[in-house]
């Protein structure tokens, strides 16, 4: 089970490492890892396999890979919620993320004037059912993120950086996802083709989805790692497989910079509350404790 909190590591080899990563090797257990290996294995063979096989790969392995990523998510949040909470919570976010998409491909509101293409199948409303899974795959990390930063669970700060963190990842997918023909914009924009109202919506979008399912306190440990590899591959993979290296670069500061913020942050929930001494009233209490105590 992943713990809420866990035993610092004050010597060896981790101990000069950053807070949270020395923290993260008491968390993990074997069905972790196998996802977590097959899910980078996915994402890391994605451009290999489109070199050898062609474009046309990319709409297998992706919905695999957001799959992996979804049940190695949920594997996290099962093991700290428990079974009723997530499968409340996933039909929250997958619902209302499916609803404001059908909105937003029909009206325009809330990330401008865009259309799914007939790519990324089956789906439901004119919006690929891909897409409220990935919306799945990344806001308890998100949640995660705002955790370690702000020490809470509810709250504007929590919500911002929540809302935060998930449009800073868009900085890097929707560029991606429309040099690879999933959605086109109506009317280009001025990031990369992409309008800026676009972001707001993102934010907004993840902001109400977040005020709607108000989730329980999720494991910093595990899910936070999960934030530094998007952040790797899509900085990496972005700049030097996919030729898009104005996204990489951009999502890259503002991503990275979140994760930095996160990976140096200790907040209030992970210190252990300190040791209270019982008080001392009588003479004869005073005697018995000694002269430390009797202070």
Known sequence: ?????????????LASLPWVVGRWFSAVDRVYLGLLSLWLFSMVTLPIAKWVWGPEVLIRIIPLSTVLQVGLVLWVVLQAWGPRPTIQATLLVTAATLIIEAVGTATGFPFGDYTYTEALQP?????????????????????????????????WRFVSISALAMTAWDLFLDPQMVAWGFWVWHQPGAYFGIPWLNFAGWFLTAAVVTLLVRPQPVPVAPLLPIFGIVWFLETFGLFFWWNLPGPALVGGVVMGSLLLWASLAKPAWATPPPEKRRPVHSQGERAAAGPEEAR
């Open 1 to 13: 089970m992943f713990r809420q909190q866990f035993t610092p590591i004050t010597d060896g080899p």
């Open 123 to 155: 789906q439901l409303l004119h919006v690929p059912l891909l897409i409220p899974l990935a919306w799945l795959m990344m806001l308890p990390v998100a949640w995660a993120v705002a955790r370690q930063i702000t020490g809470q669970t509810a709250g």
